[in-house]
């Protein structure tokens, strides 16, 4: 039960005190199409069976669901908030957030919380990250603004 409050509550929490009260609009953008991602990543995950959680409340969600509606969109609307203006640089952030992300996810497994399977691997996690934050980052650039400004 701990998990799910760490990967939901926290996040919005931290969010909270550390967004830009004035961007919110536009982060809230970038949060939601985070979240579609991560919801997606899931469903590809459990149509292939990569990975599963050791406690889950709900079977194969509960965790899952709580990630993709908190921590996911979070992490995306603070990586939107504090991408740099500098376009060089921002491969930096999408590479540290997918770090953080993996290190978590290697703590999970070490624990014994998260095991892979069916050839799922480390490697691939990172990459499971790399792919969204990026689409994110790029979702933000290109489209979020639009919107706005546009309406």
């Known amino acids: 039960m701990y998990v799910h409050m ?3 509550v926290v996040p919005w929490i931290v969010f909270w005190i550390i967004s830009d009260k004035n961007k919110l609009r ?3 953008v970038s949060g939601t199409f985070g979240a579609i991602i991560a919801l ?3 469903i590809v995950q459990h149509s292939f069976q990569w990975w599963s959680f050791k406690e889950d409340i709900i079977p194969g969600l509960d965790i899952e669901l709580s990630a993709d509606l908190g921590l996911y ?3 995306a609307m603070l990586l939107v908030q504090y991408l740099p203006k500098n376009k060089l640089n921002w491969h930096y952030w999408i ?3 997918s770090i953080f992300n993996t290190l978590g996810e ?3 497994v070490k624990i ?3 095991a892979y399977t069916n050839g799922w691997n480390i490697i691939w996690t990172f990459i499971s990250y790399i792919i969204p934050f990026t689409l994110v980052a790029l979702h933000s650039i290109f489209y979020a603004n639009k919107s706005i ?3």
């Open 40 to 42: 997606v990543v899931d």
């Open 73 to 75: 969109p979070v992490q």
């Open 26 to 28: 536009k982060l809230f």
């Open 95 to 97: 590479i540290g957030i």
């Open 149 to 151: 400004k546009n309406s």
């Open 112 to 114: 014994g919380q998260l």
């Open 106 to 108: 290697y703590i999970l």
């Open 6 to 8: 760490i990967v939901f």
